[in-house]
C-alpha cells in the first residue's frame, strides 16, 4: 500500500501521490511530467517544420533476389512474404515517404495467405500472377494490371491459383497509424496486436 501523499502537497515536491479513490488504492499518480514542455511560436514551428525527405528510387534487379529469399521461407500464418521499401530520410515512421508504406509481396502458387485484418488500409496493384483476394466477402480474382483497394480493418485473404509466384505491389498509411501510436493487426482472425499495448510483431507466436 502506498503513503497517502495530498495533491497540494505532492505537486509542490513532486513525488507520487497515491490515489484515494475507492477501489484505486494502488494506483500511482505521476505527478512529474518533464516532457511536457511550453514553446512560445518563435520556438515551436522551427521546431516543427522538417526538411522534406530525399526522393528514393528502388530498383526492381535489386528487389527481385529479395523476393525470392523471402518466396523460399516456409509461410507463417498471415506472414504477408513482403520486401518493405523504406526511405531511411522518414525515421522511426518507415515509410517510403513520412506517411505512406510500400511493400512488395509475394507468395507461391497454391499459397493462400491467410484472412487478416489491420487499421491500415491496403491498395493492391498486381505485378505478376494470376489468383483472388476475399475482402470484407467480396472475390477479386486478379491478374497482371488489376488493382483493388481493402478499407481500414477490412478481413482480407489472398490465394495465389496461378503457376508462377503472385507479386503484389502494396501501399498502406501504416507509417501514419504508426505515428499515432494506435497500429493495430488483427492475425490470426480472434488475435488482437496493437503496437503499443501488446506484442507488436504480428507474426510471431
Ligand atoms: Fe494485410
Keep these: 500500500m502506498n503513503e497517502q501523499i495530498k495533491p497540494d502537497q505532492a505537486a509542490k515536491d513532486g513525488t507520487k501521490m497515491a ?7 494502488e494506483v500511482d499518480a505521476t505527478v512529474d511530467t518533464p516532457w511536457a514542455q511550453f514553446m512560445t511560436d518563435d520556438e515551436y514551428y522551427p521546431f516543427l517544420i522538417k526538411k522534406n525527405v530525399r526522393p ?9 533476389p529479395r ?22 530520410d522518414t525515421g522511426d515512421a ?45 472475390k477479386f480474382e486478379w491478374e497482371r494490371g488489376d488493382t483493388f483497394a481493402c478499407p481500414s480493418m477490412g478481413l482480407h485473404e489472398h490465394i495465389n491459383t496461378g503457376d508462377e509466384p503472385a507479386i503484389q505491389y502494396v501501399i ?33 507466436d
Aim: net charge negative.
Design 56 to 64: 528514393a528510387f528502388w530498383r526492381w534487379q535489386d528487389l527481385k
Design 94 to 138: 518507415g515509410g517510403a515517404v513520412p506517411s505512406t508504406f510500400i511493400g512488395i509481396q509475394i507468395f507461391n502458387p497454391g499459397e493462400h495467405i491467410l484472412p487478416h485484418r489491420h487499421n491500415s488500409f491496403a491498395l493492391y496493384h498486381i505485378v505478376q500472377g494470376t489468383g483472388y483476394s476475399i475482402v470484407e466477402g467480396h
Design 172 to 204: 498502406q498509411d501504416m507509417p501514419a497509424r504508426a505515428m499515432e501510436r494506435n497500429l493495430v493487426w488483427e492475425e490470426p482472425v480472434g488475435r488482437m496486436f496493437h503496437m503499443v499495448e501488446g506484442d507488436h510483431a504480428p507474426h510471431k
Design 19 to 25: 490515489e484515494t479513490t475507492e477501489g484505486h488504492d
Design 67 to 88: 523476393l525470392d529469399e523471402v518466396a523460399a521461407d516456409p509461410l507463417r500464418r498471415a506472414d504477408r512474404r513482403f520486401i518493405a521499401l523504406v526511405n531511411e
